[in-house]
């Protein structure tokens, strides 16, 4: 059983094909970041134009590099949200069109499903098999999520953000810096130059669901120790760096970056680490998580997957490899396997949904 999975619900043009949901045949991205790497963020309808121009070729290059042809598939996958409607509608309208050509049947994704197969999809791979139940935190630019998963298809939210999500604070943080877009593999690499106790950040206060999260009030005080220590001068430099290379090596970041500034950023990434494992153990203790699943985005850090390791949950934890951490299109055609072994197929009239829930 092949799957075509197609994904363009943010800022990523990604096709692939896969076996049985567990080999990746062929997975093709195209990123968008020096279309949107200048203005600081995504910009929807830059974004929706880009979609348009890569979809036929990543498309065309996945089925290339899986040897399939489009009537060879037993279904074509595509996003149906939660994203930006323009781009996500550009994904849907070609994959219903590829269905209609070829008569595959069509199968819709939830992009935060999409995630949780991610490391599914490799386990399985690997022989593996993740013991159930597990607890998947979605960490992302748009999304954090915490979800107890009794099987796959199965899910119940535990929890999520009020305010940012983990990834757009890494981005805000790293943008308020001079860091440019994305903030997260910035921050990343230049946090362990830094002290990760240097500045010591109070937690947010939470009343009602102890399982949700909260990151805005971290960006405020991360602006209010900027705005006290007068940085204009070497955001500026920073700054100014970008204009000349639009995604400067680290070692180019450490010349224009200052140790007080390092040591901000390892403890902005500690409190924001602490932040996620201590929810995550938590609710994994609630729910008798026989197992831990990190996906999405931020899941690529290494400062993260490090304390994942160290902190020990006393259940075995699951990071994708960092290249189906990010969005991508083998995670949603992992995830449509399920949807149709169980004939779960959708109709042509489907149509974008910008705040899908994983959940209703
Ligand atoms: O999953 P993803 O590609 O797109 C969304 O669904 O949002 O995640 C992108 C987010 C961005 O906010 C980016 O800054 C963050 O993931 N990110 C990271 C790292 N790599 C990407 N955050 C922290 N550390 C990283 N190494
Ligand atoms: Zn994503």
Redesign the pocket.
């Known amino acids: 059983m092949r799957i075509l999975g197609i994904e363009s ?2 800022d ?1 043009t990604a096709a692939a094909v896969v076996e049985n949901g567990e080999r990746v045949l062929s997975s093709v991205v195209a990123s968008q970041l020096d279309t949107h790497g200048k203005y600081g963020g995504v910009v929807p309808e830059l974004a929706s134009r880009e979609h348009l121009r890569a979809v036929v070729p990543v498309v065309r290059a996945a089925l290339e590099q899986a040897r399939i042809r489009l009537e060879d598939l037993s279904a074509i996958a595509v996003t149906e949200g939660p994203g930006l409607v323009g781009s996500l509608l550009v994904g849907i309208t070609y994959a219903k069109s590829l269905c209609f050509v070829s008569g595959v049947p069509l199968i819709a994704v939830n ?1 935060v499903e999409g ?1 949780i197969h991610a490391v599914i999809l490799e386990a399985r791979g690997r022989g593996e098999v993740i013991p159930f139940p597990t607890l998947a935190l979605v960490v ?4 954090t999520h915490l979800f107890e998963c009794r099987a796959p298809g199965q899910y119940r939210l535990l929890g999520k953000t009020r305010d940012d ?1 983990a ?2 604070a ?2 805000k943080v790293a943008k308020l810096l001079g860091f440019g877009y ?4 910035v ?2 690499h230049l946090a362990p130059f830094g002290n990760p106790t240097a500045i010591r950040f109070t937690r947010a206060k939470m009343k009602g669901n102890t399982n949700d999260f909260s990151f805005s009030g971290l960006k405020t005080a991360v602006l209010r120790w900027v705005e006290s220590r007068g940085m204009e001068q070497e955001i500026e430099r920073r700054r100014e760096l970008l204009r000349t290379n639009p995604r400067p090596a680290p070692e180019q970041w450490l010349e224009v970056t200052p140790a007080p500034t390092l040591d901000l950023l390892a403890s902005f990434q500690r409190t924001v680490i602490e932040e996620l494992l201590r929810h995550v153990a938590r609710a994994a203790e609630q729910i008798a998580a026989a197992s831990i699943i990190v996906s ?3 899941a ?3 400062g ?1 997957r490090q304390a994942a390791s160290a902190v020990r949950l006393g259940v075995p934890v699951y990071f994708p490899t960092p290249g189906l ?3 991508n299109a083998a995670m949603i055609a992992a995830a449509a396997f399920i949807h149709l072994e169980r004939g779960d197929f959708s109709a042509m009239s489907l149509t974008a949904r910008a705040n899908l829930p994983l959940v209703t």
Do not use: I, M, Q, Y
Not at 140 to 143: A, R
């Open positions: 619900s943010c990523e992009h995630h992302s630019g748009g999304h999500a990834g757009e890494f981005d994305p903030g997260g593999p921050v990343d999405g985005g931020v690529c850090n290494s993260l951490s990010t969005d």
